[in-house]
């Protein structure tokens, strides 16, 4: 008989890269509404709850839990939907069992966010209080303060709300038990996958200070504080979380001008800048930010393959004068003249023979001043 899973949402191309988002103790995956359609454009996103809550099943866990727990029920989803490494990112309990399997199973994870969280959530004791009067009361009196524990005066969101009011209290006792045991500390040095670390600077559950602790002692790691965000920032502050999560997770962009000046060479570079015009500005900025420094910069195709595809479209559409900027761009990218040649060739069956004539005087004269300069050189 197969175990039961965590509940759980799947959403983007199941081709794509796998991300698994974790939950805040007392919410469901809705935590993330406003971030894992977003993210899916680009991710397989998977979003699970919580033991008892949302619809995740309250058995999955009993008294005395710990986080190790709940991070082996996550890696048992990953499984059973076929994930083997995945990239990472959870709120406060969540985040936890995020640094627990960045520290004991690291082979699973390609990177981690971890957001409004801690390697130690203050005194155990408390939390095993909490856990022992929510055995026995039930949950309504926290559900009374959700809004001051989660959110800034003014903001709330009624369904997380619900959701805390919906979960099972023995579920819940059993999670509290968790953060009480949690204590990574001393592990943290041993994190080696790319960690972003996300605080929110009204957060009084796990202020910044729990951030910036994880991000000292945690090799290379990023750490962004969110202004006017407290301890659900997924859903207060969803535009800055996703920002911070695309950067990490596509990588830092670069500077589209760096990247610019390397393929055009700095001559034409400074010349274009020389001739900027405020009416021009915006469109200059368009360029280094869109073409360079997001389309230029992505690794699915090489310099060289993107410089032959470049030179086929300015073939196409008869475009010569950029038709010799990117000739020249193609020498500096590795094309010999004789790819070069190649390439213009294949244009003249598919663009057109007056289209591909045109552009082998083009290159035959680019071609030749680029000889002369290197002879003088």
Same mark, same amino acid.
């Given at each position: 008989?197969?175990?039961? #899973?965590?509940?759980?949402? /799947?959403?983007?191309?199941?081709?794509?890269?796998?991300?698994?988002?974790?939950?805040?103790?007392?919410?469901? !995956?809705?935590?993330?509404?406003?971030?894992?359609?977003?993210?899916?454009?680009?991710?397989?996103?998977?979003?699970?709850?919580? =033991? &008892?809550? &949302?619809?995740?099943?309250?058995?999955?866990?009993?008294?005395?839990?710990?986080? @190790?727990?709940?991070?082996?029920?996550?890696?048992?989803?990953?499984?059973?939907?076929?994930?083997?490494?995945?990239?990472?990112?959870?709120?406060?309990?969540?985040?936890?069992? &995020?640094?627990?399997?960045?520290?004991?199973?690291?082979?699973?994870?390609?990177?981690?966010?971890?957001?409004?969280?801690?390697?130690?959530? @203050?005194?155990?004791?408390?939390?095993?209080? %909490?856990?022992?009067?929510? %055995?026995?009361?039930?949950?309504?009196?926290?559900?009374?303060?959700?809004?001051?524990?989660?959110?800034?005066?003014?903001?709330?969101?009624?369904?997380?709300?619900?959701?805390? %009011?919906?979960?099972?209290?023995?579920? !819940?006792?059993?999670?509290?038990?968790?953060?009480?045991?949690?204590?990574?500390?001393?592990?943290?040095?041993?994190?080696?996958?790319?960690?972003?670390?996300?605080?929110? %600077?009204?957060?009084?559950?796990?202020?910044?200070?729990?951030?910036?602790?994880?991000?000292?002692?945690?090799?290379?790691?990023?750490?962004?504080?969110?202004?006017? /965000?407290?301890?659900?920032? =997924?859903?207060?502050?969803?535009?800055?979380?996703?920002?911070?999560?695309?950067?990490?997770?596509?990588?830092?962009?670069?500077?589209?001008?760096?990247?610019?000046?390397?393929?055009? @060479?700095?001559?034409?570079?400074?010349?274009?800048?020389?001739?900027?015009?405020?009416?021009?500005?915006?469109?200059?900025?368009?360029?280094?930010? !869109?073409?360079?420094?997001?389309?230029?910069?992505?690794?699915?195709?090489?310099?060289?393959?993107?410089?032959?595809?470049?030179?086929?479209?300015?073939?196409?559409? &008869?475009?010569?004068?950029?038709?010799?900027?990117?000739?020249?761009?193609?020498?500096?990218?590795? #094309?010999? =003249?004789?790819?070069?040649?190649?390439?213009?060739?294949?244009?003249?069956?598919?663009?057109?023979?007056?289209?591909?004539?045109?552009?082998?005087?083009?290159?035959?004269?680019?071609?030749?001043?680029?000889?002369?300069?290197?002879?003088?050189?």
């Amino acid at each position: 008989m197969t175990a039961p #899973l965590l509940n759980h949402l /799947a959403q983007g191309p199941a081709s794509a890269a796998p991300l698994l988002l974790g939950p805040s103790l007392g919410t469901s !995956y809705a935590l993330w509404d406003a971030v894992a359609p977003e993210l899916s454009v680009t991710h397989r996103v998977v979003r699970w709850d919580l =033991p &008892g809550h &949302g619809g995740s099943a309250a058995d999955l866990i009993g008294p005395g839990a710990s986080v @190790g727990d709940l991070a082996a029920l996550v890696l048992d989803l990953a499984d059973a939907l076929g994930i083997d490494r995945f990239g990472y990112a959870g709120v406060s309990l969540g985040g936890a069992v &995020g640094l627990h399997l960045a520290v004991h199973h690291p082979d699973r994870l390609t990177s981690l966010a971890v957001l409004c969280s801690s390697a130690r959530f @203050g005194d155990g004791a408390a939390w095993r209080e %909490r856990a022992q009067r929510v %055995r026995r009361e039930g949950l309504q009196w926290l559900v009374e303060s959700a809004d001051a524990r989660w959110f800034t005066p003014g903001f709330t969101v009624p369904v997380l709300v619900q959701d805390h %009011r919906e979960a099972d209290p023995q579920a !819940y006792a059993a999670c509290c038990d968790a953060l009480a045991a949690f204590d990574l500390r001393d592990r943290l040095g041993e994190i080696a996958v790319p960690t972003l670390l996300v605080a929110g %600077r009204q957060d009084p559950a796990t202020p910044p200070a729990h951030l910036r602790e994880i991000a000292d002692a945690v090799p290379g790691s990023t750490l962004v504080e969110l202004p006017g /965000a407290s301890h659900l920032a =997924p859903a207060q502050c969803p535009k800055a979380v996703l920002a911070a999560l695309r950067t990490q997770l596509g990588g830092a962009p670069a500077s589209g001008m760096a990247v610019r000046r390397q393929v055009l @060479g700095d001559a034409h570079v400074d010349r274009a800048q020389e001739r900027q015009t405020p009416f021009t500005a915006r469109f200059q900025d368009f360029i280094s930010r !869109y073409a360079w420094g997001e389309i230029w910069t992505d690794p699915t195709l090489s310099r060289r393959e993107r410089s032959m595809i470049t030179l086929t479209a300015l073939v196409a559409h &008869g475009h010569h004068d950029e038709l010799a900027m990117h000739i020249r761009a193609a020498r500096r990218n590795g #094309l010999t =003249p004789q790819e070069i040649g190649a390439v213009l060739l294949q244009s003249a069956v598919y663009c057109g023979v007056p289209a591909a004539n045109s552009a082998f005087a083009t290159a035959q004269r680019v071609l030749a001043e680029a000889a002369e300069e290197e002879g003088t050189d």
